[in-house]
């Protein structure tokens, strides 16, 4: 049993890749469209074009928040907005999901929160759940990290150095 187990646990590993290459070149498109207008929309703060985006059983998680029906989330972006968002992100994976009725996709994100001069740079991940319905897709789940700068264990921010160290 556990051979058999072992060698389906391969052929899985194996397999991933090419389900990889099922992505069409049109779906692709329709993806980084949909990530471009979820960022312009959460950039304006405008909720009811982000909602327009989203499958009505929705899951969104950000650092600091969690939304599960449409108003939650358009209460979210409003507060997003009012932090003065600025932000740019790009689809760098796409892969598909349950025979192809849906597509998980990753978009690291840069951008600028002009109302917090502490932490005003900010970078992180888009990893977005796309279910089909119909002939278009729709935004199933998203979950928004930040990454955080780096810090020693006193909790000291370390200085970003391009250079390498000399000795």
Same mark, same amino acid.
């Given at each position: 049993?556990? &051979?058999i187990t072992?060698? !389906?646990f ?6 991933a =890749?090419? #389900?990889?290459? /099922? ?13 471009v207008q979820?960022?312009?929309?959460l %950039?304006?703060?405008?909720?009811? !074009?982000?909602?327009a985006?989203?499958? #009505? %059983?929705?899951?969104?998680?950000g =650092? ?8 939650q ?6 507060a997003v #907005? /009012? /932090?003065g968002l600025?932000i740019t ?7 598909? &999901? ?9 978009? =690291? ?8 001069p502490v932490?005003?740079q ?5 990893? &977005?759940?796309l279910e089909r ?5 729709k935004?199933r789940?998203?979950v928004a990290?930040?990454?955080l =700068?780096?810090?020693?264990?006193n909790?000291?921010? &370390?200085? /970003?150095?391009s250079?390498p160290?000399?000795?």
């Amino acid at each position: 049993m556990r &051979l058999i187990t072992s060698i !389906a646990f391969t052929a899985l590993a194996f397999a991933a =890749p090419a #389900h990889a290459q /099922q992505i069409d070149q049109q779906t692709r498109q329709q993806v980084g469209s949909i990530v471009v207008q979820f960022v312009d929309a959460l %950039n304006k703060g405008d909720g009811q !074009a982000i909602a327009a985006q989203f499958s #009505h %059983n929705l899951i969104v998680i950000g =650092p600091r928040s969690k939304a599960t029906t449409i108003a939650q989330l358009q209460d979210v972006i409003k507060a997003v #907005h /009012q /932090q003065g968002l600025a932000i740019t992100a790009t689809v760098d994976d796409i892969e598909p &999901l349950f025979g192809g009725q849906g597509i998980v996709a990753t978009a =690291p994100y840069k951008g600028i929160a002009f109302n917090r001069p502490v932490r005003s740079q900010i970078e992180g991940n888009f990893l &977005l759940v796309l279910e089909r319905v119909g002939d278009s897709w729709k935004i199933r789940a998203v979950v928004a990290t930040r990454s955080l =700068p780096a810090t020693k264990g006193n909790g000291v921010q &370390l200085a /970003q150095n391009s250079e390498p160290n000399e000795r």
